[in-house]
């Protein structure tokens, strides 16, 4: 079977792409469809240029293959650029690294800067070209569009809609403060213009977001103290007010078809929001059978193969929701080490605890516990990244991390793959262009103007089952299509 259509994106202000067709059953199920996750995971937006073709199907069995561990830190975080799959790790290292498939090696990538690479900066390409963030400072196309202020420094930048939106932190001012502005700005308007801002006043300094999404014509943006900002054209709302004292942390967006699903701590679920309230859907996802069920953190969120996946802190549970089932799977833990247990909150909380009692320490419970800090769809697989609460160095005063088989789980990289799932760039073009779908025999590819881009395995039967299928352009989980299909 082969799907081709040409598409117009129309002029690129940094919106998400969403959803170019979608084929369902007549039971309603989804059988097939394609395309452009919008996703923020804690630190990285993931490239929304990266298009997703999937086959569901089969019995959702999957393989996990462990990639050798890029640095010495323990723990990495994820994003996709270009079609390549990067890590990073804040702690000490804070370099980005890309996996070359066919070196089987993690290769530095001298332009995000040598130990210079932050949370909440990068890269996206835009109208075709670079908008990259990096050092508190922005450039476009290799010339500086934004330079570092007088007073604080800028960061956790995020563009969509034609506005550059933003935190400016100054916390060692008298008094200290922190703002969150809004400017207009197109490809090829020059240096950014400070005076056309909207700012919006925090209410404490220090604060930065871990998610920032988009839904419609607005931006949100999470606060690391509780507080949800939303930008609707250049008028900031209050959705939630910060508090200092009372955990309400969101570590991940996800357009998903009509609205946005939201990753929240401490309950662990998945919040939604639809452009009016942010609601928590309880039990989203279950809790791991045999572990506490107290301060559980929703960190990281994707799709891959036509599912909804989920990582949850502290026991680094993956969980996989089909949506036309209505029923979460639990995948797996993603750590071997300790045994699981609802006695204690985290994992290793009562060994640092008996630790610190008998050699009078301070060594904090919950720093070994187990995140999932990334997942990014590739190719024909699915990168899954994990750490501790931080990408620590190895801390030689705890027994349990003389083991390096211990060790070497928070340094792991995950390569996840089952049948169905592919996933691949799509090159910028001034004008339409020409994608095509491809299922034949036990394969997959997406090709655009001819190149192929991606390709998997597909188990046959769902190939058979693609035909007899109904499609919908323009609408599904990937939220609706910002663009035009032309045929």
């Given amino acids: 079977m082969k799907i081709t259509t040409t598409v117009s994106f129309g002029e690129d202000l940094g919106q998400n792409p969403g959803t170019l067709f979608e084929a369902r059953d007549s039971d309603g199920r989804v059988v097939f469809g394609a395309g452009f996750a919008g996703l923020y995971n804690t630190f990285f937006r993931m490239d929304r240029w990266t298009l997703q073709f999937f086959v569901r199907g089969g019995d959702n069995s999957c393989t996990f293959e462990k990639l050798p561990p890029p640095s010495d830190d323990g723990g990495n975080y994820m994003f996709d650029f270009d079609g390549r799959v990067y890590q990073y790790s804040p702690y000490q290292d804070c370099t980005a690294r890309w996996w070359d498939d066919e070196s089987r090696t993690w290769q530095v990538d001298d332009s995000f800067g040598i130990g210079e690479t932050m949370r909440g900066e990068g890269k996206m390409r835009v109208a075709g070209r670079i908008l990259q963030f990096r050092n508190g400072e922005v450039s ?30 100054n916390s060692d001012g008298e008094p200290p403060w922190s703002k969150l502005h809004a400017v207009p700005w197109k490809p090829g308007q020059g240096v950014i213009d ?5 700012t919006l006043d925090l209410r404490y300094p220090g604060e930065k977001s871990f998610a920032i999404g988009q839904l419609g014509s607005e931006i949100i943006h999470s606060s690391n103290l509780g507080g949800v900002y939303v930008l609707d054209g250049l008028e900031w709302r ?49 809790v791991m059978p045999g572990v506490s069920t107290e301060n559980r953190e929703a960190q ?65 419970a919950n720093d070994w516990g187990h995140r999932i ?48 799932c592919a996933a691949g760039p799509v090159a910028s073009t001034e004008g339409p262009t020409k994608l095509e779908f491809t299922a034949e025999g036990d394969r997959i590819e997406v090709a655009q103007d001819g190149i ?11 190939v058979k089952k693609m035909e007899a299928a109904a499609i919908e352009w323009g609408n599904g989980m990937f939220g609706p299509l910002s663009g035009e299909i032309q045929g």
């Fill in 140 to 169: 476009y196309d290799g010339e500086i569009i934004l330079s570092v202020p007088a007073d604080g420094f800028f960061h956790n930048f995020y563009y969509a809609h034609g506005c550059l939106s933003f935190y400016q932190n």
């Fill in 194 to 198: 400070m005076s056309s801002a909207t």
């Fill in 238 to 286: 209050v959705l939630r007010q910060s508090f200092k004292g009372l955990s309400h942390q969101l570590y991940s967006m996800l357009n998903w078809y009509d609205r946005m699903l939201v990753g929240h701590y401490p309950t662990g679920n998945l919040f939604e929001y639809d452009g009016d309230v942010l609601r928590q859907l309880e039990n989203w996802p279950p």
């Fill in 300 to 364: 990281t969120t994707c799709l891959y193969g036509g599912d909804l996946y989920v990582g949850v802190w502290p026991w680094a549970e993956l969980s996989r929701y089909d949506a036309f089932e209505d029923r979460w799977h639990f995948v797996r833990c993603m750590f071997e080490h300790p045994e699981k247990t609802d006695q204690v909150d985290h994992p290793w909380e009562d060994v640092i605890k008996a630790y610190n009692e008998t050699h009078d320490d301070d060594v904090i």
């Fill in 373 to 420: 800090t990334g997942l990014c769809a590739m190719g024909d697989s699915l990168y899954i990244s994990v750490s501790p609460m931080g990408c620590y160095r190895r801390d030689m005063r705890l027994e349990f991390l003389h083991d390096d088989d211990i060790w070497n789980e928070y340094r792991t990289i995950y390569r996840m793959r089952k049948s169905g």
């Fill in 452 to 462: 192929v881009i991606a390709a998997a395995a597909v188990d046959r039967d769902a």
